[in-house]
C-alpha cells in the first residue's frame, strides 16, 4: 500500500515538475525549490510582521483600532505589509507541506534524512502555533472564534478542565494582560521557528534559505499583486455578546478547527496526537529499505577527492558535506547541472525528469548525483575526461638513479627525487614524463600506494619514439627527467566480495604489478587470477615475480598467455588471445570483478566479451593506452 501511494505521489510531482519546466524553465522551477521558498516565506513574514507591529496597540479598546488604522490608513504601506504578511504565512505551510509530501513520495526520510524529517515535523507544528497565534491579534470575528475554539479544545484535557473557557464568557473578563501575552507568543513562537529550522538544515550541506533570485523576486511579486488585488481586511470586531456565525475562513491554518465542535475535542486531540507519532515513526516503519543502512565511499573526479557516503544520502549531499566543490543548482533531478560519469560503483536512481538525464545517458553511465544514492563503493568524473585529467596534479623534477634492461624492449628506470621532496599516490595510477617542448609521456607506478621519493617505471621501446628512444640509446644515470603526477582511477575498488581477475597486455603489467602487491599488502583473500598477454616469450620480463607470488599466496594464480609464440621459444603453455583465455576458463563472470590493462585493442575487444558473459559492467576497470608519437603509457 505504501509503496503504491509513492508511486502515485512520484507520478505526481513528476507531472508537476515537466509542467513547471516548460512555464518557468529547468532552473526557475518553484517545484524544485520547495524547501528554500518555505525560508524565503519565513523571512517575509518576519520582515512584514514586525513593520505591522510597529504600529499595533495592545488592549481591549485599541487592538482593532490600530489594525484598522494600519490597513485602511496607511494602506498603501501597512494594509500591504498587513496582505503580504498574511499570504506569506499561507504560502509557507503550502511549500512545507509539498516539501515534506515530496520528500515522503520519493523516499527521503528514512536513514540519514530521518533527522531531518523529525525536525521538520517540529517546524511544521510550531509553524501552524504561530499562524493560530497571529489570527488571534487582529481582535476581530475570526479572532474571537480562534481564541474561544483553542479554549475549548484546550479545556477538553484533563489538565485544563474548563479552567480557561470561563475566561471568554463576558466581555468584562477579558483585559489588556491578554493582548500583551498574545503579542508575546506572536514573537516568541517565531523566534523558536527560527531555531528549529536552524537545526533542520543542519544535515544538509549548503541548504538554500533563499531561491535563486529571479524566483525569489518574482515571488515578492505575487505577493505584492495578491495583496492589491484581493488587499486583507479585519473582520466585524470581536464581540462576545454574540457568536460568530459567518467568517471568511482561513483554510490553510485552521483546517481543524470546525472539528472542535463537530468531534468530540478529546477524540481531535488524541487524533492530532496519533498523526503527529506516525509523522515522526515513519522513517523507522516498514517496509525498511532492504541493504541500503550501509554507509560507503565515494571518489569524485577531478583530484580523486573522496568522501564517506550515510545510508540514504544522495552523492550530492555527501560530497558537499565533505567540501567537494560539486555543480548543483535545482537538487531535485530536473536541471541537470550535478550530472556525472560513473567510472565505478552501484548507485540507485529515482525522481528526475527525462530533461535532465535521457535513458540513453543512463545507459552510457551517466548519474545526477543529487538523485543517487550509493548501493556500493562508488567513483564518478563531474567535468568529463576529469579522471584522466585529474587537478590535483603536481611537477616533480627528478634524477635517474638506475637503469635496468628487464627485457629486450622493456627498461625499468628508477627516477629519484630530491631531498626532502616525496610522491603520493595509489597503486594503479601514472604519471606524465614532461619532454623539452611540453609533450608528455605517461608510464605508470609499478609499486604498491604509498609515499616515495623512488620512483620505477617499466619503458618500452617504440620505434621512433622520443623519449623511450632517448631511455634505451643516450639515457644515464643523473641526467634530469621532469614529471608530474599521479594520474588516474585504476585502482582497486575495495572492500569486494568478488575474485579478482587482472589482465594485463605487454607492459600493462605494470599497473596491474601495483594493484597485486596492493592486494598482498591489504591482505585480500579472495581468489586472484593474473592473465598476462604477450606476443613472444621474451615479451614476458619479470616472470619469476608473478611465480614467486604463486608460491607465497595460495589464493593467487598466474596463467601466461602467447598470441604469437614462435618454434624457438618452445611454448607448451595458453596461445591466443588473452581475453579468450580468460573466457574459456570463466563460462560464467557474474561473480567476478576484472581489472584490465593493456592496448586499447585488447581493452576494447575484451570488455564487451566479458560483459556478455555475465561480468556487470560495473564490475569491469580497464586502463588503455595509446602511443602518442611512439611512446605509450604501459
Same mark, same amino acid.
Given at each position: 500500500?505504501?509503496?503504491?501511494?509513492?508511486?502515485?505521489?512520484?507520478?505526481?510531482?513528476?507531472?508537476?515538475?515537466?509542467?513547471?519546466?516548460?512555464?518557468?524553465?529547468?532552473?526557475?522551477?518553484?517545484?524544485?525549490?520547495?524547501?528554500?521558498?518555505?525560508?524565503?516565506?519565513?523571512?517575509?513574514?518576519?520582515?512584514?510582521?514586525?513593520?505591522?507591529?510597529?504600529?499595533?496597540?495592545?488592549?481591549?479598546?485599541?487592538?482593532?483600532?490600530?489594525?484598522?488604522?494600519?490597513?485602511?490608513?496607511?494602506?498603501?504601506?501597512?494594509?500591504?505589509?498587513?496582505?503580504?504578511?498574511?499570504?506569506?504565512?499561507?504560502?509557507?505551510?503550502?511549500?512545507?507541506?509539498?516539501?515534506?509530501?515530496?520528500?515522503?513520495?520519493?523516499?527521503?526520510?528514512?536513514?540519514?534524512?530521518?533527522?531531518?524529517?523529525?525536525?521538520?515535523?517540529?517546524?511544521?507544528?510550531?509553524?501552524?502555533?504561530?499562524?493560530?497565534?497571529?489570527?488571534?491579534?487582529?481582535?476581530?470575528?475570526?479572532?474571537?472564534?480562534?481564541?474561544?475554539?483553542?479554549?475549548?479544545?484546550?479545556?477538553?484535557?484533563?489538565?485544563?478542565?474548563?479552567?480557561?473557557?470561563?475566561?471568554? *464568557?463576558? @466581555?468584562?473578563?477579558?483585559?489588556?494582560? $491578554?493582548?500583551?501575552? +498574545?503579542?508575546? !507568543?506572536?514573537?516568541?513562537? #517565531?523566534? /523558536?521557528?527560527?531555531?528549529?529550522?536552524?537545526?533542520?538544515?543542519?544535515?544538509?550541506?549548503?541548504?538554500?534559505? *533563499?531561491? @535563486?533570485?529571479?524566483?525569489?523576486?518574482? $515571488?515578492?511579486?505575487? +505577493?505584492?499583486? !495578491?495583496?492589491?488585488?484581493? #488587499?486583507? /481586511?479585519?473582520?466585524?470586531?470581536?464581540?462576545?455578546?454574540?457568536?460568530?456565525?459567518?467568517?471568511?475562513?482561513?483554510?490553510?491554518?485552521?483546517?481543524?478547527?470546525?472539528?472542535?465542535?463537530?468531534?468530540?475535542?478529546?477524540?481531535?486531540?488524541?487524533?492530532?496526537?496519533?498523526?503527529?507519532?506516525?509523522?515522526?515513526?515513519?522513517?523507522?516503519?516498514?517496509?525498511?529499505?532492504?541493504?541500503?543502512?550501509?554507509?560507503?565511499?565515494?571518489?569524485?573526479?577531478?583530484?580523486?577527492?573522496?568522501?564517506?557516503?550515510?545510508?540514504?544520502?544522495?552523492?550530492?549531499?555527501?560530497?558537499?558535506?565533505?567540501?567537494?566543490?560539486?555543480?548543483?543548482?535545482?537538487?531535485?533531478?530536473?536541471?541537470?547541472?550535478?550530472?556525472?560519469?560513473?567510472?565505478?560503483?552501484?548507485?540507485?536512481?529515482?525522481?528526475?525528469?527525462?530533461?535532465?538525464?535521457?535513458?540513453?545517458?543512463?545507459?552510457?553511465?551517466?548519474?545526477?548525483?543529487?538523485?543517487?544514492?550509493?548501493?556500493?563503493?562508488?567513483?564518478?568524473?563531474?567535468?568529463?575526461?576529469?579522471?584522466?585529467?585529474?587537478?590535483?596534479?603536481?611537477?616533480?623534477?627528478?634524477?635517474?638513479?638506475?637503469?635496468?634492461?628487464?627485457?629486450?624492449?622493456?627498461?625499468?628506470?628508477?627516477?629519484?627525487?630530491?631531498?626532502?621532496?616525496?610522491?603520493?599516490?595509489?597503486?594503479?595510477?601514472?604519471?606524465?614524463?614532461?619532454?623539452?617542448?611540453?609533450?608528455?609521456?605517461?608510464?605508470?607506478?609499478?609499486?604498491?600506494?604509498?609515499?616515495?621519493?623512488?620512483?620505477?617505471?617499466?619503458?618500452?621501446?617504440?620505434?621512433?619514439?622520443?623519449?623511450?628512444?632517448?631511455?634505451?640509446?643516450?639515457?644515464?644515470?643523473?641526467?634530469?627527467?621532469?614529471?608530474?603526477?599521479?594520474?588516474?582511477?585504476?585502482?582497486?575498488?575495495?572492500?569486494?566480495?568478488?575474485?579478482?581477475?587482472?589482465?594485463?597486455?605487454?607492459?600493462?603489467?605494470?599497473?596491474?604489478?601495483?594493484?597485486?602487491?596492493?592486494?598482498?599488502?591489504?591482505?585480500?583473500?579472495?581468489?586472484?587470477?593474473?592473465?598476462?598477454?604477450?606476443?613472444?616469450?621474451?615479451?614476458?620480463?619479470?616472470?619469476?615475480?608473478?611465480?614467486?607470488?604463486?608460491?607465497?599466496?595460495?589464493?593467487?594464480?598466474?596463467?601466461?598467455?602467447?598470441?604469437?609464440?614462435?618454434?624457438?621459444?618452445?611454448?607448451?603453455?595458453?596461445?591466443?588471445?588473452?581475453?579468450?583465455?580468460?573466457?574459456?576458463?570463466?563460462?560464467?563472470?557474474?561473480?567476478?570483478?576484472?581489472?584490465?590493462?593493456?592496448?586499447?585493442?585488447?581493452?576494447?575487444?575484451?570488455?564487451?566479451?566479458?560483459?556478455?558473459?555475465?561480468?556487470?559492467?560495473?564490475?569491469?576497470?580497464?586502463?588503455?593506452?595509446?602511443?602518442?608519437?611512439?611512446?605509450?603509457?604501459?
Amino acid at each position: 500500500m505504501l509503496k503504491k501511494l509513492q508511486g502515485f505521489l512520484q507520478w505526481f510531482f513528476l507531472r508537476m515538475e515537466a509542467v513547471g519546466n516548460r512555464v518557468f524553465g529547468d532552473r526557475l522551477n518553484p517545484m524544485y525549490y520547495l524547501g528554500a521558498t518555505s525560508y524565503w516565506m519565513f523571512w517575509i513574514v518576519v520582515a512584514s510582521g514586525l513593520y505591522v507591529y510597529v504600529f499595533y496597540e495592545t488592549g481591549v479598546d485599541k487592538t482593532y483600532a490600530s489594525m484598522e488604522s494600519i490597513t485602511h490608513g496607511q494602506w498603501w504601506a501597512g494594509g500591504i505589509m498587513r496582505s503580504v504578511h498574511r499570504y506569506a504565512s499561507d504560502a509557507m505551510v503550502l511549500t512545507m507541506l509539498l516539501h515534506m509530501v515530496r520528500h515522503f513520495a520519493f523516499d527521503r526520510y528514512r536513514s540519514f534524512r530521518a533527522f531531518s524529517w523529525v525536525t521538520g515535523v517540529v517546524v511544521l507544528w510550531l509553524v501552524y502555533a504561530s499562524g493560530v497565534n497571529g489570527f488571534m491579534l487582529p481582535w476581530d470575528k475570526l479572532a474571537q472564534f480562534v481564541v474561544i475554539g483553542t479554549t475549548e479544545w484546550l479545556d477538553s484535557l484533563p489538565v485544563f478542565n474548563g479552567i480557561l473557557t470561563r475566561n471568554f *464568557i463576558t @466581555p468584562e473578563a477579558i483585559t489588556d494582560r $491578554l493582548f500583551s501575552l +498574545l503579542s508575546f !507568543l506572536h514573537i516568541g513562537i #517565531p523566534l /523558536v521557528v527560527m531555531l528549529a529550522l536552524w537545526v533542520h538544515t543542519q544535515r544538509v550541506p549548503r541548504a538554500a534559505q *533563499i531561491p @535563486p533570485r529571479r524566483l525569489a523576486y518574482g $515571488l515578492v511579486a505575487m +505577493l505584492l499583486v !495578491l495583496a492589491l488585488v484581493k #488587499p486583507v /481586511v479585519s473582520q466585524a470586531p470581536a464581540d462576545f455578546h454574540t457568536a460568530p456565525t459567518t467568517l471568511d475562513f482561513d483554510w490553510f491554518y485552521l483546517t481543524v478547527y470546525p472539528l472542535i465542535y463537530a468531534w468530540d475535542p478529546l477524540k481531535l486531540w488524541i487524533a492530532c496526537a496519533g498523526v503527529t507519532v506516525l509523522l515522526l515513526a515513519m522513517p523507522w516503519l516498514p517496509p525498511a529499505r532492504t541493504g541500503k543502512g550501509q554507509a560507503y565511499h565515494l571518489t569524485a573526479h577531478p583530484g580523486r577527492q573522496g568522501a564517506p557516503v550515510r545510508a540514504g544520502e544522495t552523492l550530492l549531499d555527501a560530497g558537499l558535506r565533505a567540501g567537494i566543490a560539486l555543480p548543483y543548482e535545482c537538487r531535485s533531478g530536473g536541471c541537470g547541472v550535478c550530472k556525472a560519469t560513473m567510472i565505478g560503483g552501484q548507485v540507485e536512481m529515482s525522481g528526475y525528469q527525462p530533461s535532465a538525464l535521457s535513458e540513453e545517458e543512463r545507459r552510457a553511465g551517466r548519474i545526477l548525483l543529487c538523485c543517487a544514492r550509493a548501493l556500493s563503493d562508488v567513483e564518478f568524473e563531474y567535468e568529463e575526461n576529469a579522471a584522466a585529467r585529474g587537478t590535483q596534479v603536481a611537477t616533480y623534477e627528478a634524477r635517474v638513479e638506475r637503469l635496468e634492461r628487464l627485457a629486450h624492449d622493456v627498461m625499468l628506470v628508477a627516477l629519484r627525487l630530491p631531498e626532502g621532496r616525496r610522491i603520493d599516490f595509489e597503486a594503479g595510477q601514472y604519471l606524465n614524463v614532461v619532454l623539452e617542448d611540453g609533450a608528455r609521456r605517461s608510464y605508470s607506478f609499478t609499486t604498491p600506494s604509498g609515499s616515495t621519493d623512488l620512483v620505477e617505471l617499466h619503458v618500452r621501446l617504440m620505434p621512433g619514439g622520443r623519449f623511450t628512444t632517448r631511455v634505451f640509446e643516450s639515457m644515464k644515470v643523473g641526467d634530469p627527467v621532469t614529471f608530474e603526477g599521479p594520474v588516474g582511477s585504476f585502482v582497486l575498488h575495495e572492500p569486494s566480495d568478488k575474485p579478482l581477475i587482472f589482465v594485463a597486455g605487454a607492459t600493462g603489467f605494470a599497473p596491474v604489478k601495483s594493484l597485486l602487491e596492493q592486494a598482498f599488502r591489504m591482505g585480500i583473500q579472495r581468489p586472484l587470477h593474473l592473465y598476462w598477454g604477450v606476443r613472444r616469450r621474451r615479451d614476458l620480463y619479470l616472470t619469476e615475480l608473478p611465480q614467486q607470488w604463486a608460491r607465497e599466496h595460495p589464493n593467487f594464480h598466474f596463467v601466461p598467455v602467447l598470441s604469437e609464440p614462435a618454434p624457438e621459444d618452445e611454448w607448451t603453455g595458453r596461445i591466443g588471445l588473452v581475453h579468450e583465455a580468460i573466457l574459456a576458463d570463466f563460462p560464467d563472470l557474474s561473480g567476478f570483478s576484472v581489472y584490465a590493462c593493456g592496448s586499447v585493442r585488447m581493452v576494447e575487444a575484451a570488455r564487451p566479451a566479458f560483459v556478455a558473459q555475465g561480468l556487470h559492467e560495473d564490475a569491469c576497470f580497464s586502463d588503455a593506452f595509446t602511443p602518442a608519437g611512439g611512446a605509450p603509457k604501459p
